[in-house]
């Protein structure tokens, strides 16, 4: 059986990064998501779904909108483990993804992907490219659909973009007016640099 976690433990050396070692867990009943932001060599906002026990996850360059209008590259990562989800800290600049975390929105999820009204597994539905959730975060709320690009031909580019629904709103731009982690209060830069803490 493959090991959904071993591109991340392979890309890291988890006796010097504050990262969780984490191992797959079985499926919960109600999963989770979580956007952390991530202020590594460029700022991004990592999107990430509990699926199977991980957390399955893209990089989002400039976030997550509420405008339907908004497409964003969300760029597919390695899979993460479940106690990724309350990480909040500072990455030796040495180490991959070296730079300050903290966790931007998280809550439950559904997944909404169906055809012809039957519920398409998110295994199956990332493995064709295209999934829609509903997600009911502090920030983010509503439907997002997520579906594979493979923009310049690489098919780790998706694109992100949410669905018009109630929760859409095409003048709030909360990536820019709401920086505080919902966890700590803190916005990225005020993570402490010698903090390692989950």
Do not use: C
């Amino acid at each position: 059986m493959t090991d959904p976690l071993r591109t991340y433990r392979e890309r890291r050396d988890l006796d010097r990064s504050p990262e969780p070692p984490g191992d797959a867990r079985a499926p919960s009943s109600r999963p989770i998501f979580v956007v952390q932001q991530h202020d590594a060599s460029s700022m991004h906002f990592d999107v990430r779904l509990e699926v199977d026990g991980v957390l399955v996850s893209w990089a989002v360059p400039k976030g997550p909108s509420l405008d339907p209008d908004d497409k964003r590259l969300a760029i597919r990562t390695e899979d993460h483990p479940l106690d990724y989800a309350d990480f909040e800290g500072h990455i030796p600049e040495q180490e991959y993804g070296g730079g300050n975390v903290i966790v931007w929105d998280i809550g439950p999820y559904r997944n909404l992907t169906a055809d012809d009204g039957d519920e398409i597994p998110l295994p199956q539905a990332i493995a064709d490219g295209h999934l829609k959730v509903w997600l009911e975060g502090d920030k983010l709320r509503g439907a997002y659909a997520l579906t594979q690009t493979e923009l310049r031909g690489d098919p780790n580019n998706w694109l992100l973009v949410k669905v018009d629904d109630e929760g859409a709103d095409r003048r709030r731009k909360p990536v820019s007016t709401q920086p505080e982690s919902v966890l700590s209060g803190r916005t990225v830069d005020e993570v402490d640099a010698e903090e390692g803490s989950r």
